[in-house]
């Protein structure tokens, strides 16, 4: 008789380990129905909490308002059968037969399960709230948070797969935690109602986002103001961001992003948006100044266009504030000399008085709209002082006009532009200097065409008979031909002052145009534009501190130069993760110097046993040798397409002492 094999022995001890228990089982009846009969030593099973799951429930205490609960997964009864099926050699799942002792089945959680839920429900709560005045002020530390980076990242890479805002605000991927972070399908649940029940409306007239706005744009722009010093005068940080075409460290732009990559959702981070525009919309309403934006500055076309057209919007606000001072003294002047009796009216000498000019004929008449005497000039014909006149503004174009504006006249030759300034000027000029001539304007407004000469000089007798001829000089030969577009343009313009005139640049319909498309900016542009400003400033408030540091000048030297060649590249968008890390690297040389270094003084092992990379500071050190000089070829090229031997910028050509008709 051969002995038993491995595999019937343990059949036969799977099969006593079952008779075991069944007869504890029966054993157990008996009792079980005696505590049913005896109310007093029943069980509340539904009221019993472990003393581990007493601590837990008061922690979930602020989840009940979620209503969530943790699923049954079975009870005590179906996993005691499942396992003794197990042993008699059934499958758990395939055991259909009623519990036996179904009444003392009790509800079995697992508790990992959830905690998980938990932390997910924390999650997704998080996400939706809204950063305070107050969070922003305390996170202000010496550079922008690295998550506020990523979180603009993230938007940069949603804005690429949207066409507007709207559609970036309503789609479904509007959370970037959830994309990044992998949250549990039931806080995807829990943050996508939510989202869903919030109205537009609910947002922008929250507490905290009010309070967002209101310091944003208060007017002494001390909200989120960094203290930038440089270690020595040779280090000049302020010029990284005009590199990589980003906004001052100090603008408003910049500001802007930190608080708009605070939000954690890509909704309220377009609904913010949306707000910032409207509160513009009411400053310009107001003709106030746009806060921590220069005053009164042409469009700075090394910076982002964002910063570019905001400065517009207050150049214009300017403007209209110099036009109505001109205007009121401008009437100040004509009531006042209307009032005055022709004699007592005659003090031209009486600088508080009404200015006036005597004609060749010795006629007094009013200057309108002078600003003061132009330096030693007289009248050629009247010898009376020439007076520089308040002349209309050129108008104010960002990068994007230009490009408009210079494709025009290349492709119709047309220089209407430069031509309706020039009118402008003669026709101011006329109105502050009456008497005046075709020379005197020359004289004052473009110099190199007219020539002096001595009253004996016998050159003059070349011009015998012509029309431009004067005493004390000549003007250039190509005033003298005939046709000449100054002469033509003088004969035909009339004495009108410059606040009477019809304005070149309307300041009012410039404005609008720039809001409506700041409202309706693509996605993609307006992130790019955010993530390059904040990169700047963390590079300008790192530089401040390590350039000068023996141990991290030369690793942040490095970051900085890839970032620049990055940046200046055209496909800089595809890199936006890699910018992230190197900003990362900045952000612990800065703020974890002692982690930094014992980071950068480990052993040269570039990868673990399972292929990671050891170090992230060897590993980017290694990533700028390769792709600075690719980099650095890619900017050069676009550099040489874009400054073609033959370009000229198109704004000189509005330029008020030009010299766009001399040739």
């Not at 005497?373 to 007289?378: A, E, F, M, Q, V």
């Not at 503004?393 to 430069?418: C, H, Q, Y």
């Not at 050069?636 to 033959?646: A, H, L, R, W």
């Amino acid at each position: 008789m051969e002995p038993p094999s491995f595999v019937s022995k343990a059949r036969t001890a799977f099969h006593s380990a079952a008779a075991k228990a069944e007869r504890v089982l029966s054993d157990l009846k008996p009792d079980r129905d005696s505590d049913k009969q005896s109310p007093g030593n029943s069980i509340d099973y539904a009221g019993y909490e472990s003393p581990r799951e007493e601590g837990e429930s008061k922690g979930s205490k602020e989840l009940k308002h979620l209503g969530w609960r943790p699923p049954n997964i079975g009870t005590k009864q179906d996993w005691q059968d499942r396992f003794r099926n197990i042993g008699i050699g059934k499958k758990g799942g395939e055991d259909n037969e009623k519990a036996e002792y179904s009444s003392m089945a009790v509800p079995f959680y697992d508790e990992n399960l959830y905690l998980l839920n938990m932390k997910n429900d924390t999650e997704a709560k998080g996400a939706e709230m809204i950063p305070s005045v107050e969070s922003l002020v305390s996170d202000n530390i010496l550079i922008p948070l690295l998550s506020v980076m990523r979180q603009l990242a993230i938007a940069v890479e949603a804005g690429k797969k949207s066409k507007s805002l709207k559609d970036l605000a309503s789609s479904g991927s509007s959370s970037p935690v959830r994309e990044r972070a992998g949250l549990s399908l039931s806080a995807v649940k829990s943050l996508v109602l939510r989202e869903k029940d919030e109205k537009p409306s609910d947002f922008c007239d929250n507490e905290k986002v009010l309070a967002l706005i209101g310091s944003l744009f208060d007017a002494e722009g001390n909200f989120l103001r960094r203290k930038i010093d440089s270690g020595s005068e040779a280090v000049t940080p302020a010029s990284l961001p005009r590199d990589i075409h980003g906004a001052p460290p100090e603008s408003l732009v910049v500001k802007l992003a930190e608080v708009i990559g605070s939000f954690r959702t890509l909704k309220k981070m377009t609904l913010f948006w949306c707000r910032v525009v409207v509160e513009l919309r009411s400053l310009w309403s107001e003709e106030q100044y746009v806060p921590s934006i220069p005053l009164d500055e042409i469009p700075d076309l090394n910076s982002c266009l964002l910063y570019q057209r905001l400065q517009v919007m207050n150049c214009c606000v300017s403007r209209k504030r110099r036009h109505d001072i001109a205007t009121e003294k401008l009437d100040l002047v004509i009531r006042e000399a209307s009032l005055h009796a022709e004699e007592s009216a005659l003090t031209k000498d009486n600088p508080a008085g009404p200015i006036y000019a005597r004609l060749s004929t010795g006629e007094l008449v009013l200057r309108l709209g002078a600003s003061s005497p132009s330096g030693d000039l007289t009248m050629l014909e009247t010898g009376e002082p020439v007076y520089s006149p308040v002349t209309q503004e050129g108008p104010l174009l960002t990068e994007d006009l230009i490009k408009e504006n210079e494709e025009f006249v290349l492709r119709t030759g047309s220089v209407g532009a430069g031509c309706s300034q020039l009118l402008s000027d003669m026709q101011a000029f006329k109105a502050a200097n009456p008497g005046c001539i075709l020379e005197d304007f020359v004289r004052w407004h473009s110099p190199p065409d007219w020539t002096e000469t001595e009253p004996s000089d016998e050159e003059n007798d070349s011009f015998v008979g012509s029309d431009v001829l004067s005493t004390r000089g000549y003007l250039s030969s190509r005033m003298q031909k005939e046709g000449n577009l100054w002469r033509e343009f003088w004969d035909t313009s009339k004495p009108v002052p410059a606040v009477k005139q019809a304005p070149l640049f309307d300041e009012d319909l410039a404005v609008e145009g720039i809001l409506d498309g700041l409202e309706d900016i693509s996605p993609s542009e307006l992130f790019q534009q955010l993530f390059v400003s904040l990169l700047g400033l963390g590079f300008v408030i790192a530089e401040a501190k390590l350039s000068t540091s023996s141990d991290f000048s030369k690793l942040f030297y490095e970051c900085k130069e890839y970032v620049v060649s990055s940046c200046q590249s055209s496909t800089w968008t595809e890199k936006v993760e890699e910018l992230c890390q190197v900003y990362e690297t900045v952000e612990t040389m800065l703020l974890n110097p002692e982690e930094a270094l014992r980071a950068m003084n480990q052993p040269d092992e570039s990868t673990t046993p399972s292929g990671e990379p050891k170090r992230r500071f060897t590993r980017l050190t290694l990533n700028f040798g390769g792709k600075d000089k690719q980099l650095r070829k890619t900017a050069s090229k676009d550099q040489k397409n874009s400054t073609s031997p033959g370009s000229q910028p198109f704004s000189s050509f509005f330029d008020n002492k030009s010299s766009l008709f001399s040739k």
